[in-house]
């Protein structure tokens, strides 16, 4: 049954200015609501859930509680104890680090130094300020080093994806408690392609040598080329420096890094300065083969680095690619093997003939189900805590578990248990720790992308155990009875136009918002929102239920899997996930998570088909704040019809609703007709746009929204298309392939959105978590809509004889590659490559995109960068379009677009006789619509799209 199918409807239409269905109602509304009036039911479906968050197990006792009460941060990363005042100086991601008082009860705080205008900071993902160390002699009045802070940030500002990885040295002068921000020395600047694995955990070790962790240029590029190698840049492993050029002891500089790629033009290479090396390096060469700063090796992406300060051991903890995280325990000359291996499995790259170093596989590790970014904290010598003393603490930023790590004393492996669930995912988890001097656990906690919001926590023991909901579903008192599943008194049923997949479940809904038989108070009611996301009052308890078709002969033969309960506390949501027992007639509490092979019978004979049952932190990697708590119900996709079991009633369930009063403010339901809708991908007379888009909004946006994931664009259906970044939108990981996008218009090997939907979660699919089988559906959904947005390039490839004009400069406008914008919304562009095959080199090449009004009519949109004849050579270009700049034009509905070139500079000069590019006059495949005889740019100031568009003439 599709949205509207079963409406008491009379007429629907698409409305192509947005690509979204609407219908209309003949008369306004329907004979008659769903449900005729309230059912009271109690808070926390009365009474049989506790009204904070329940411990992960039956016996937790540790809990955070906000360090600092009175200040919050932007993105906080590292915490670091000032080594001279009782002072704590938080690193915050968008360059500023501020310096507060250790003191609970601290309300100010105060700018130590301000890098905000010299960081890449984008608003999700990595990159920015990610380091700082204290020299050890700072604040010794004698020593020459007595102001020195090394700082580690990604450089320079801007959107752009290169750039930088920078150590640099600062100077606090004498009196003063804030860096001179003039004062800076670069001593590393590596060129990489990426803002991900960025590093920079530093550190000075007891041997007053300074360690910096370095990651392997992030997921871009040809990125795994830098691994396993001494003689290309400053990636993948430790590095050990002096920062003091103490000559008894290091030498200076033997060989500089490499450039990974030619950086833009315009941009400086990669260069070291300003310090030696020690001569005790592992892989010091007199003949200056390798770059010999590096300690250790084979590292992915070392985020947290730390030093146990009783036995000097150094540890992290590695984040993994697709399979493994881990923890490491880093020696001199050790090689962690990223890329060949990752954990223990086989890696990324054939494991080289000769390995660098001495292998060093991880001491713990565990698979990427179970969390996705390890966090290290460090080995615990405090006192405050006895029962953790000797211990190495680690988390995982997804998952939430805290864990404690002990290596016994005499060989066995590694001793792990989880201790606590702490906050975790985006936008709330840990980004790092900090073992303090007097035994404190202090954690770093974002509030999402730059957030001012982030906070200070801190790990406290012995609080009160929390109560745990009951151990059977049966004792929850949800169903009045099990086998029907018929629910109790005042719980809703509902469904969604568009749900999300589910390894291809069957499921059930319901709603149970507290109320006394009258939903009049706020305590009682949703607060609704057309286009946004409901807030569920707190005492609200959804439900949904999972059942597998288990014989393919015969689809009515399910087999129950779990029920769900995501419950509106006190302070905040939380999942409790119930497992059905074999026999059907109860089903268990579960406290972690389990997977389940579930055999189906098939025409021809069994298969096995795995289920994951998510832990009660697993489902807050989807229930974020961010998305409101609660995904599904919204009105986009509850307004569709619904069978209500209890009445017998089809009605349309937001008229349902707000007939019981639910909604504050309650519905003009003459309204509803007109509401975005989500269309089903089964609802053919919903355009194809709006069905995948619906799609990638219920599968996508809960996290894939402003302020969400590691991201850049946006999934929800209610931002139009062309603000959505999905289109031509620009990756914050690249995955190596060549023009890829988010989305590229016609391609599917390079939409990248394309190429995740068809993965499992297991193998760096989309979405992350409990995606074992894979909604071919829904992906040829999404792929027709990909092919259906046709795309246009920059350039000419045509190979032939040139056509001479007489009229010099020309301006040529590939006729045949006109694109017309046929989605129904704006659209947003990027101008990513000007490629062209050159007959000669001669004029300078200039690219043009035009927006075509008719026959030998159009409007100049966007100049590319000028390419002159030292940088092209005869044969295949390939440029950026512009230099430096990513380059976006908006195409409006209706609009059409073609590409071409001028073969002089923008304003006319440096032409000579003959063509560059091949051109044959009056060619179905480069018709040239225009010459050019005066110069292209008339204003003196520059050009203006839409302004200084010139006179063209036909040729």
């Avoid at 396993?228 to 008894?248: A, C």
């Avoid at 015969?554 to 027992?581: C, I, M």
């Avoid at 088909?609 to 489902?619: A, D, F, T, V």
């Avoid at 095959?837 to 000028?866: E, H, M, Q, R, W």
Wanted: glycine share 10%; net charge negative; hydrophobic share 35%.
């Amino acid at each position: 049954m599709t949205g509207k199918a079963s409406r008491c409807v009379f007429f629907s239409l698409f409305f192509a200015l947005t690509g979204i269905a609407l219908v209309g109602f003949a008369s306004g509304v329907c004979a008659a609501p769903g449900l005729s009036a309230a059912q009271p039911i109690g808070a926390y479906l009365n009474g049989a859930f506790p009204d904070s968050t329940p411990g992960a197990s039956p016996n937790a006792t540790w809990a955070t509680q906000n360090a600092f009460p009175n200040l919050t941060f932007v993105e906080p990363v590292r915490i670091i104890e000032h080594p001279t005042q009782n002072k704590l100086a938080i690193v915050s991601k968008d360059g500023q680090v501020n310096l507060v008082d250790d003191n609970p009860a601290a309300s100010t705080k105060s700018l130590f130094l301000d890098l905000r205008g010299k960081v890449r900071t984008p608003t999700v993902g990595e990159g920015g300020l990610s380091g700082l160390a204290f020299h050890p002699e700072f604040g010794l009045a004698a020593s020459p080093n007595r102001g020195y802070v090394y700082v580690w940030y990604r450089s320079p500002s801007g959107g752009s994806s290169d750039g930088y990885q920078r150590l640099s040295r600062f100077t606090v002068p004498d009196g003063q408690n804030s860096v001179d921000p003039t004062s800076e020395f670069i001593l590393i600047q590596q060129y990489d392609r990426s803002a991900n694995h960025v590093g920079g955990d530093l550190f000075f070790g007891s041997d007053g040598f300074l360690y910096i962790p370095v990651g392997d240029e992030g997921n871009c590029c040809d990125r795994l080329l830098s691994t396993q190698r001494l003689d290309l840049g400053l990636f993948s492993g430790l590095l050990r420096i002096d920062v003091d050029q103490d000559s008894s002891r290091s030498h200076p500089i033997r060989r500089q890094p490499l450039n990974p790629a030619p950086p833009p033009s315009g941009w400086q290479g990669s260069f070291t300065q300003g310090y030696y090396i020690p001569d005790d390096n592992p892989f010091v060469d007199a003949s200056g083969s390798n770059l010999e700063e590096f300690y250790a090796l084979g590292l992915r992406h070392p985020w947290v680095v730390s030093r146990d300060p009783h036995t000097g051991d150094i540890w992290t903890g590695d984040v993994g690619e697709s399979a493994r995280e881990e923890v490491d325990r880093i020696f001199k000359g050790a090689n962690h093997q990223w890329a060949y291996k990752e954990g223990s499995l086989a890696g990324k790259i054939p494991q080289p003939g000769v390995i660098i170093g001495t292998e060093a596989p991880p001491i713990w590790e565990y698979d990427r189900a179970v969390g996705h970014a390890i966090i290290g904290a460090g080995v615990y010598r405090g006192a405050l805590f006895p029962e953790l003393f000797g211990k190495y603490l680690f988390s995982d930023f997804t998952g939430g578990q805290l864990w404690t790590l002990e290596v016994p004393s005499v060989g066995g492996a590694a001793l792990v248990e989880q201790i606590a669930q702490i906050p975790s995912g985006f936008p709330n988890g840990i980004n790092a720790y900090r073992l303090t001097d007097d035994g404190r656990i202090l954690l770093a906690k974002t509030a999402g992308g730059l957030d001012p919001g982030g906070t200070i926590l801190e790990l406290v023991w012995g609080g009160a155990v929390t109560a745990q909901p009951p151990a059977l579903l049966s004792q929850t008192a949800a169903f009045q009875n099990l086998t029907t599943l018929e629910p109790v008194p005042g719980c809703i049923p509902y469904d969604l136009n568009v749900p999300f997949w589910s390894d291809d479940a069957l499921k059930s809904r319901w709603m149970c918002i507290p109320n006394d038989s009258t939903h009049d108070t706020p305590q009682e009611q949703i607060q609704y929102s057309e286009n946004g996301d409901w807030q569920f009052p707190v005492g609200a308890v959804l439900i949904k239920h999972f059942e597998l078709a288990v014989d393919e002969q015969n689809p009515g033969q399910t087999k129950r899997l779990e029920t769900r309960f995501l419950v509106h506390a006190s302070d905040g949501y939380y999942g409790v996930t119930y497992k059905w027992r074999a026999d059907g007639g109860d089903a268990d509490l579960l406290y972690d998570s389990l997977d389940e092979d579930v055999e189906i019978q098939t025409q021809t004979g069994t298969r096995v088909q795995s289920w994951h049952y998510p832990s009660r932190n697993e489902c807050l990697r989807c229930h974020t704040n961010n998305a409101g708590g609660v995904l599904g119900p919204k009105t986009r996709q509850l307004n569709r019809n619904l069978l209500y079991p209890s009445s017998g009633i089809n009605a349309n369930q937001l008229e349902t609703l707000n007939s019981l009063g639910v909604f504050s403010p309650p519905l003009d339901v003459s309204a509803i007709p007109g509401f975005l809708t989500s269309a089903p991908g089964d609802d053919l007379s919903a355009g194809l746009a709006a069905r995948a888009r619906s799609y990638l909004d219920a599968n996508c946006s809960y996290c894939h929204r402003p302020g969400g994931v590691r991201a850049n664009f946006d999934a929800r259906l209610t931002t139009p298309l062309g603000n959505q970044g999905i289109v031509n939108g620009e990756l914050l990981d690249s995955f190596g392939v060549a023009g890829e996008a988010v989305v590229v218009p016609e391609s599917l090997s390079r939409s990248i959105l394309h190429h995740r939907l068809s993965l499992p979660s297991a193998q760096n699919g989309m979405p992350p978590l409990a995606k074992n089988l894979v909604d071919t559906d829904g992906v040829q959904l999404v792929a027709d809509w990909i092919n259906s947005l046709g795309g246009f390039s920059v350039g000419n490839t045509t190979v032939g004889a040139p056509f001479i004009d007489s009229h010099n400069p020309s301006l040529f406008i590939n006729e045949s590659d006109i694109y017309t914008n046929n989605d129904g919304e704006a659209v947003s562009l990027k101008l990513a490559e000007f490629n062209f095959y050159a007959n000669k080199s001669g004029n300078p090449v200039t690219p043009l995109v035009v927006k075509v009004n008719g026959d030998n009519d159009f409007i100049v949109l966007a100049i590319g960068t000028t390419r002159s004849q030292a940088e092209y050579a005869p044969g295949a270009n390939s440029f950026p379009f512009q230099d430096f700049t990513d380059r976006f034009i908006t195409v409006q509905p209706g609009e059409s677009i073609a590409t071409g070139f001028l073969d002089s500079y923008p304003d006319g000069s440096g032409w000579g006789k003959g063509t560059v590019i091949p051109a044959v006059n009056g060619s179905t495949e480069d018709d040239i619509w225009a010459l050019l005889p005066s110069p292209l740019i008339l204003a003196s100031n520059g050009f203006v799209a839409g302004r200084d568009t010139p006179v063209v003439v036909e040729g």
